[in-house]
């Protein structure tokens, strides 16, 4: 049996509780041990980035010599937990119970806070007091969109990988890593974290105002999300004719603009819509079945003027208290810029991580013709170091990487613990994902998750396993899911709701079916596993429940 993964983590002392939550979502394979690495190796010190820049942590609070905030068990990618905590203890109107609630939502079997002598930090509180005034000051965010040129220029400048050696394109890859990868993760974080503060803010004046529901209706339709657009652009051509010379040209344009987008994103050994285009033709042909009536980019309207409305309601509640006034006028409006930001800096980053994906699938391919890789792909299983003996003797690793493939597809079957305190469990001791059972649920019976999108809607339940088969959603179906990333935005488009098993306020999941306009209910514990494929359910996303209502 599996003990540990070949780039498991040393578990924290200082820091000792860990969670699937949150990152669950954008790494819910195993890690690969060349993505491992990078995590290690860069990841992680962008994140203590990330921190010391929001002004809550100190360098020297972290071990100079193993990761701490991100950490690999038993192959899958977990987030501490232990030192977001002392982030919500460190800022003013944050609590650690706020964090978990944004890190998860609400799961069972999480350990409670239990605060440490050095958690409080006047020092860092006055740091981080600074931070928010300009979260809430700032007009634009140039350093996103400097960024942004960053990768366009990376894009425009990238090279014919066929004329490049096996050491070229290694060295290409490992070159663009070192010199942006730890900056634009390090941007994204920030921008993270930025965006909890004006979405803080405008859950306390809803709750104060007996309004906590409009929160949601506020958070939506901000606009200029880049992890909606793909939806937007594969809409459009959906109302194209296939088979048409305009179709071609424009789906070029799409794979142009949108390519580096896919399942498991940060994972470069997984495919993107560049690498394996006919997962977002079979995307657009789904949506192709959609009427008019849906469009997503009509919905987005509706939500921002609804968004607008409500907004002045709640402003004219409390106009006579001027602090309070003049904070939710500008939490309402850095709300918008970092919730989009978020979505940026997170692009940005993610087409880094394409230009390092092509390049190494470039190597793969040819290792798959000389026989020593059997999938192009399978460059992920070689580590950082090993990276030159790959170059210098291919066939020297060619046993290994298969006995590592061996080894992750074991893993896969496999179902991590959602948290632990102290020593991570062994593998040798989870039980399989196709053997933990749940209660299948029937006519009456209602699951209760987080509110993600409000409004309500009523269709045949169907669940969906793997973005890259949408065949069986058809419109007007409700999409049950186990966790979504940018590759199943698509499939959000012709369902009448989207029900996902895990999800906190910030998730993909709802952060699209708000802009989208789509009833969305997260963190529906065991919602692929409980709801009966084909069963008639209801969603509301205003209170976060589905209640089925009929038989399969």
């Known amino acids: 049996m599996i003990d540990r993964w070949i780039v498991d983590s040393k578990p924290s002392a200082r820091y000792p509780i860990f969670t699937r939550g949150n990152v669950g979502e954008v790494f819910p394979d195993p890690v690969a041990p060349l993505s491992g690495d990078i995590i290690k190796l860069y990841a992680e010190d962008g994140w203590r980035d990330a921190f010391a820049r929001f002004g809550a942590f100190d360098p020297d609070e972290f071990d100079p010599d193993n990761p701490e905030i991100i950490g690999i068990f038993g192959g899958y990618c977990f987030l501490n937990v232990s030192i977001s905590r002392i982030l919500g203890v460190r800022t003013p109107g944050l609590t650690p119970e706020s964090i978990d609630f944004q890190l998860w939502g609400e799961q069972p079997g999480v350990p409670p806070y239990a605060p440490q002598p050095t958690d409080e930090s006047p020092a860092h509180s006055e740091r981080i007091s600074q931070?928010?005034?300009?979260?809430?000051?700032?007009?634009?965010?140039?350093?996103?969109?400097?960024?942004?040129?960053?990768?366009?220029?990376?894009?425009?400048?990238?090279?014919?990988?066929?004329?490049?050696?096996?050491?070229?394109?290694?060295?290409?890859?490992?070159?663009?890593?070192?010199?942006?990868?730890?900056?634009?993760?390090?941007?994204?974080?920030?921008?993270?974290?930025?965006?909890?503060?004006?979405?803080?803010?405008?859950?306390?004046?809803?709750?104060?105002?007996?309004?906590?529901?409009?929160?949601?209706?506020?958070?939506?339709?901000?606009?200029?999300?880049?992890?909606?657009?793909?939806?937007?652009?594969?809409?459009?051509?959906?109302?194209?004719?296939?088979?048409?010379?305009?179709?071609?040209?424009?789906?070029?344009?799409?794979?142009?603009?949108?390519?580096?987008?896919?399942?498991?994103?940060?994972?470069?050994?997984?495919?993107?819509?560049?690498?394996?285009?006919?997962?977002?033709?079979?995307?657009?042909?789904?949506?192709?079945?959609?009427?008019?009536?849906?469009?997503?980019?009509?919905?987005?309207?509706?939500?921002?003027?609804?968004?607008?409305?409500?907004?002045?309601?709640?402003?004219?509640?409390?106009?006579?208290?001027?602090?309070?006034?003049?904070?939710?006028?500008?939490?309402?409006?850095?709300?918008?810029?970092?919730?989009?930001?978020?979505?940026?800096?997170?692009?940005?980053?993610?087409?880094?991580?394409?230009?390092?994906?092509?390049?190494?699938?470039?190597?793969?391919?040819?290792?798959v013709e000389r026989g020593v890789f059997d999938a192009p792909n399978n460059f992920g299983m070689v580590r950082w170091a090993e990276l030159d003996q790959l170059v210098a003797d291919p066939a020297s690793l060619a046993a290994e990487v298969r006995e590592r493939e061996a080894t992750y597809a074991e893993l896969l079957t496999l179902e991590?613990?959602?948290?632990?305190?102290?020593?991570?469990?062994?593998?040798?001791?989870?039980?399989?994902?196709?053997?933990?059972?749940?209660?299948?649920?029937?006519?009456?019976?209602?699951?209760?998750?987080?509110?993600?999108?409000?409004?309500?809607?009523?269709?045949?339940?169907?669940?969906?396993?793997?973005?890259?088969?949408?065949?069986?959603?058809?419109?007007?179906?409700?999409?049950?899911?186990?966790?979504?990333?940018?590759?199943?935005?698509?499939?959000f488009v012709p369902a009448a709701a989207v029900i996902v098993d895990v999800g906190a306020p910030l998730s993909h999941a709802i952060i699209v079916s708000r802009e989208l306009g789509i009833p969305c209910a997260v963190s529906v514990t065991d919602a692929t596993r409980r709801i009966p494929d084909g069963a008639l359910v209801e969603v509301d996303g205003t209170a976060g429940t589905v209640t089925v209502v009929g038989e399969p």
């Open 131 to 367: 931070t928010i005034g300009w979260v809430l000051t700032t007009e634009s965010l140039p350093d996103l969109a400097e960024d942004g040129r960053l990768v366009d220029r990376l894009r425009a400048e990238r090279p014919d990988h066929r004329e490049l050696s096996d050491q070229q394109l290694v060295d290409l890859m490992r070159t663009l890593t070192d010199r942006h990868f730890r900056h634009l993760f390090a941007q994204h974080l920030f921008i993270t974290y930025c965006a909890t503060v004006p979405v803080g803010i405008l859950r306390q004046v809803c709750e104060a105002v007996g309004r906590p529901g409009d929160l949601l209706t506020l958070m939506a339709g901000v606009g200029d999300v880049e992890s909606a657009a793909p939806s937007y652009a594969m809409w459009e051509l959906s109302r194209l004719d296939p088979d048409s010379d305009e179709f071609e040209r424009r789906f070029a344009e799409f794979l142009q603009e949108y390519g580096a987008r896919g399942p498991n994103e940060w994972e470069m050994r997984s495919p993107t819509w560049q690498t394996e285009p006919e997962l977002a033709l079979v995307a657009i042909d789904q949506m192709r079945r959609s009427p008019d009536a849906a469009s997503p980019i009509e919905h987005q309207s509706a939500r921002a003027v609804e968004r607008e409305k409500v907004g002045a309601e709640i402003a004219s509640m409390i106009e006579n208290d001027t602090e309070t006034h003049d904070q939710f006028l500008a939490a309402l409006r850095a709300a918008s810029l970092f919730l989009a930001g978020r979505e940026r800096s997170k692009t940005n980053a993610i087409r880094l991580t394409h230009e390092l994906r092509l390049a190494m699938h470039a190597l793969g391919r040819r290792y």
């Open 416 to 491: 991590p613990p959602f948290v632990f305190a102290g020593e991570p469990p062994s593998p040798a001791t989870w039980a399989r994902r196709d053997a933990r059972l749940a209660s299948v649920v029937g006519p009456g019976d209602v699951l209760q998750g987080l509110p993600g999108c409000p409004g309500r809607a009523r269709g045949r339940a169907r669940v969906v396993l793997d973005s890259h088969d949408p065949t069986a959603l058809e419109p007007g179906d409700v999409l049950v899911a186990p966790i979504t990333d940018p590759s199943w935005t698509p499939l």
